[in-house]
């Protein structure tokens, strides 16, 4: 049996007519007929009634239609999946990461590497540690001093990338219309959701400060730094983002920093890798690239 039997039919079964889904296999009329009397004869039933002019589907392919079209699905799935596996790596990321650091770096990589080919999956920190576990080769995330993952050396090694801050800043225009801070006054802060990493660190280092000398309005709560940028640029509150996917705006003067009255909080970016074939030689490079910049 073979597989474009199975999209013949299936072509058929779309058209309703042998000679336009010949035309659309690309095919003669005839060389057509012959491959779907093959599958007939590997499936043991005929499929089409060519007692009638035009032929008439018999309702034994009609009822093939739905699982066909799965299997065929699922095998160029299966061979996609093969093909990953062999010369493919999966990173990794944490959301705002695969924003702001991971495309300069893998640019990086590419030049040393042209070779390399890749599958980022982005996530939550509180999955990225399942996530490495399972099947991924290299984790791009945060960490601070009290929140780190604990991986054996044997699993993966540790290479830190660079020193990160979250930064509270607004647009121009809402930080025109507060004005000078001043405790007591009321702020709009722009959150992340509770109970997620960034969530965690803003509630260990500056934000109780906040809260005890500003009155703060919660309005919104978010797990993504992007959707709090772009609420930010709207002009709806105070985000603490990281600076490196705020630096254009900070620069060019369409958002404001506000950290001299809010404060900010440091984060570590780090990168860990399993020590073998292909992620190892990334790994390799970007330590090399980082010696290159000291």
Same mark, same amino acid.
Not at 41 to 51: I, M, T
Not at 107 to 123: C, F, G, I, N
Not at 225 to 237: C, F, I, P
């Given at each position: 049996?073979?597989?474009? /039997?199975?999209?013949?039919?299936? =072509?058929?079964?779309?058209?309703?007519?042998?000679?336009?889904?010949?035309?659309?296999?690309?095919?003669?009329?005839?060389?057509?007929?012959?491959?779907?009397?093959?599958?007939?004869? /590997?499936?043991?039933?005929?499929?089409?009634?060519?007692?009638?002019?035009? =032929?008439?589907?018999?309702?034994?392919?009609?009822?093939?239609?739905?699982?066909?079209?799965?299997?065929?699905?699922?095998? %160029?799935?299966?061979?996609?999946?093969?093909?990953?596996?062999?010369?493919?790596?999966?990173?990794?990321?944490?959301?705002?990461?695969?924003?702001?650091?991971?495309?300069?770096?893998?640019?990086?990589?590419?030049?040393?590497? #042209?070779? =390399?080919?890749?599958?980022?999956?982005? !996530?939550? %920190?509180?999955?990225?540690?399942?996530?490495?576990?399972?099947?991924?080769?290299?984790?791009?995330?945060?960490?601070?001093?009290?929140?780190?993952?604990?991986?054996?050396?044997?699993?993966?090694?540790?290479? #830190?990338?660079?020193?990160?801050?979250?930064?509270?800043?607004?647009?121009?225009?809402?930080?025109?219309?507060?004005?000078?801070? !001043?405790?007591?006054?009321?702020?709009?802060?722009?959150?992340?959701?509770?109970?997620?990493?960034?969530?965690?660190?803003?509630?260990?280092?500056?934000? #109780?400060?906040?809260?005890?000398? %500003?009155?703060?309005?919660?309005?919104?709560?978010?797990?993504?730094?992007?959707?709090?940028?772009?609420?930010?640029?709207?002009?709806?509150?105070?985000?603490?983002? !990281?600076?490196?996917?705020?630096?254009?705006?900070?620069?060019?003067?369409?958002?404001?920093?506000?950290?001299?009255?809010?404060?900010? !909080?440091?984060?570590?970016?780090?990168?860990?890798?399993?020590?073998?074939?292909?992620?190892?030689?990334?790994?390799?490079?970007?330590?090399?690239?980082?010696?290159?910049?000291?």
């Amino acid at each position: 049996m073979e597989l474009k /039997w199975l999209e013949d039919l299936l =072509v058929l079964l779309e058209e309703k007519s042998v000679t336009r889904a010949a035309v659309r296999r690309h095919v003669t009329q005839p060389a057509y007929s012959r491959r779907i009397r093959q599958l007939e004869q /590997w499936l043991g039933v005929e499929l089409v009634d060519r007692s009638t002019k035009p =032929v008439r589907i018999r309702q034994s392919g009609l009822a093939l239609e739905d699982e066909v079209r799965d299997l065929v699905s699922r095998l %160029y799935a299966l061979r996609n999946r093969v093909h990953e596996s062999l010369d493919r790596v999966t990173i990794v990321s944490q959301h705002t990461l695969a924003i702001s650091h991971f495309p300069p770096l893998i640019r990086e990589v590419k030049k040393q590497l #042209p070779e =390399v080919s890749y599958r980022v999956v982005t !996530a939550n %920190y509180e999955e990225c540690e399942a996530l490495f576990y399972n099947e991924a080769d290299l984790l791009l995330c945060y960490q601070t001093e009290n929140r780190q993952f604990q991986f054996s050396e044997r699993l993966a090694l540790k290479l #830190p990338l660079a020193q990160e801050r979250l930064i509270p800043v607004a647009s121009k225009r809402l930080a025109q219309q507060l004005g000078e801070l !001043a405790p007591g006054m009321m702020l709009p802060l722009l959150m992340y959701q509770r109970g997620g990493f960034l969530a965690e660190i803003l509630a260990n280092s500056c934000l #109780p400060d906040v809260i005890r000398d %500003y009155r703060v309005e919660a309005v919104c709560e978010s797990a993504f730094s992007a959707s709090l940028k772009e609420m930010v640029l709207a002009d709806m509150g105070i985000a603490w983002l !990281a600076g490196e996917i705020i630096e254009r705006e900070l620069a060019s003067g369409e958002c404001i920093s506000f950290e001299p009255w809010l404060g900010s !909080a440091d984060l570590e970016i780090v990168l860990y890798y399993r020590n073998e074939s292909q992620s190892g030689r990334i790994g390799q490079v970007i330590a090399q690239m980082l010696e290159a910049k000291a």
